[in-house]
């Protein structure tokens, strides 16, 4: 096990390069390398669905994103496993693996674009269900946002076109189920700090994943497991460069970076998939990408979203350190 600690010595060497920018610049450029590890994960995952059922290559994304957040996880101590609220844990790592399924499922289905612009619309399920759930106060600015996003949903997939298919309910379905896990996590952060959330819910989503992949498990070929290792060192090096990013700005205003990913995501998908956006993908994730920031930072104005929460809300879900991060 001698390249997990790469991986820190890696960040700290990236952090040193860019100690000598300003802070803003410095944050920003954390995200935008967050984004690009992100599509690259997305790409790999996709690689791997679409090579091995997707149950099981949900597994080995968790397994060997495991494997490469055991220096972060040593850190936090095993003290962080005392925890009074084990239900809610379940409950928040159930609903994030049912949403890592259906996004697998999406990737492997649709477009590459496509399904990124369509994990878009998680904030816009976050803020619906908060004010289904937690009795927040959504005001017709916000109401009207959504319904924006909703609109731009729409665009993306043109009802009654050829464009509608399997994949895009999958991704839907992971972008809702993602949202409901922000409502989880919002009610852990309570009372939990950040790194008992990471530290317990990695632990758990690991072994919880195996369950389903045992009943379509065959072995990867050999050639296979370069690609499931680099999908674990890709997202845990997007963990790392985003919390770096998050300790730099405030989330509100690091969100809007995020929708870089679609820009990296058509790159990634004209070289290696062949794939170009239509105009719909493009118009439609502009409407998401706008509703979305807007209801943030109203969120954030009416401190009604914690940092943590919004965070959660950002790139790959929806595996369980994405959101808040190996070391938040």
Request: overall charge positive.
């Amino acid at each position: 096990m001698g390249l997990p600690p790469i991986l820190p010595a890696f960040a700290s060497q990236l952090a040193a390069a860019a100690g000598r920018l300003p802070q803003p610049v410095r944050a920003t450029l954390w995200m935008l390398l967050a984004c690009l590890l992100f599509a690259i994960l997305n790409a790999f995952i996709r690689e791997a669905s679409r090579a091995m059922h997707p149950l099981q290559a949900v597994f080995f994304r968790n397994l060997f994103g495991l494997l490469f957040m055991l220096p972060w996880i040593g850190k936090a101590g095993l003290e962080a496993l005392d925890a009074q609220r084990l239900k809610l844990y379940f409950g928040r790592t159930a609903v994030g693996l049912l949403s890592m399924f259906a996004w697998f499922w999406a990737l492997k289905l649709l477009p590459f674009a496509e399904a990124i612009a369509l994990s878009f619309a998680s904030p816009l399920f976050a803020t619906l269900l908060a004010a289904l759930f937690l009795g927040e106060q959504v005001r017709i600015r916000r109401w009207s946002a959504i319904l924006v996003g909703f609109a731009g949903v729409l665009v993306i997939l043109r009802p009654g076109a050829d464009a509608f298919s399997i994949g895009a309910v999958f991704a839907l379905a992971s972008a809702a189920l993602g949202a409901l896990g922000i409502i989880f996590t919002k009610q852990l952060a309570r009372r939990e700090s950040p790194t008992a959330v990471v530290t317990i819910m990695v632990l758990i989503m690991t072994p919880m994943s195996l369950i389903p992949a045992l009943f379509v498990w065959a072995w990867p070929a050999p050639s296979l497991w370069p690609l499931l290792l680099a999908m674990g060192l890709a997202g845990s090096l997007g963990h790392t460069t985003f919390v770096r990013a998050l300790r730099l700005a405030e989330a509100s205003s690091l969100m809007p970076y995020d929708y870089a990913r679609l820009i990296f995501a058509a790159a990634i998908g004209w070289i290696f998939f062949a794939e170009v956006p239509d105009n719909w993908t493009w118009v439609g994730s502009a409407i998401i990408a706008a509703a979305a920031v807007y209801i943030a930072r109203r969120e954030v104005k009416l401190k009604r979203l914690p940092t943590a929460a919004l965070a959660s809300s950002l790139p790959d879900e929806p595996t369980v350190g994405t959101k808040l991060g190996p070391s938040a």
